[in-house]
């Protein structure tokens, strides 16, 4: 009898454990369309799915209590309410962070993004995503306490050059891992 008592304890400090962390520090969540290919996959059928299985990934919902996000880091965020109309069905999304607050944000005639006048860097995106992408030429100010947010598959994402900057409180987290499928477990995400 001893025996079951602790082993029942143990598993019942075991879930608490996870339930804790799970609502307080991480949290995983699943990448639901093709905007974020070839770096986070979702899967087919969907527009421009790379794989049969769409990426887990866990964001870190502790991070931005401690630290400011940084550009060029994959955030998991509360879609605003512009996004639900311009890319049903809204909800959580997951993109890369390029513009932080204050930032001028341009998209020139070849559909690289520059920032404040520099060109920004961006080895992740696929030069056959930008041949698709409809936002050539226009500029955007992210407002103060707003972040800019664009798909690393730029020809076939509904993003910030759509609907506009997030507020920092909408800010979910970083993407800190994949963890699914088997083959992708990791924590190089670029």
Known sequence: MRNLVDWALTILIAIAAVLVF??????????PSGSMEPTLHCAR??????????????????????RSPDRGQIVVFHAPAAAAHACPP??????????????????DAKGFIWIDGRRL?????ATASLQTDTHRGETWHVPAG???FVGDNRGNSCDSRVWGA????????????RY???????????
């Open 121 to 125: 860097a961006q080895p992740y995106v």
């Open 45 to 66: 059928p969907g527009d421009d799915c790379e794989a049969h299985f769409s990426d887990r990934v866990v964001a870190c919902e502790l991070c931005y209590r401690f």
């Open 22 to 31: 799970e609502a307080e520090v991480a949290k995983p969540y699943r990448v």
């Open 90 to 107: 809204g909800g959580t999304f997951v993109k890369r962070l390029i513009g932080l607050p204050g930032d001028t944000v341009h998209e």
């Open 180 to 190: 699914w499928p088997p083959t992708r477990i990791g924590f190089d995400l670029p």
């Open 166 to 177: 997030v507020p920092r409180s909408s800010l979910i987290g970083p993407v800190v891992a």
């Open 146 to 148: 707003h972040y800019f």
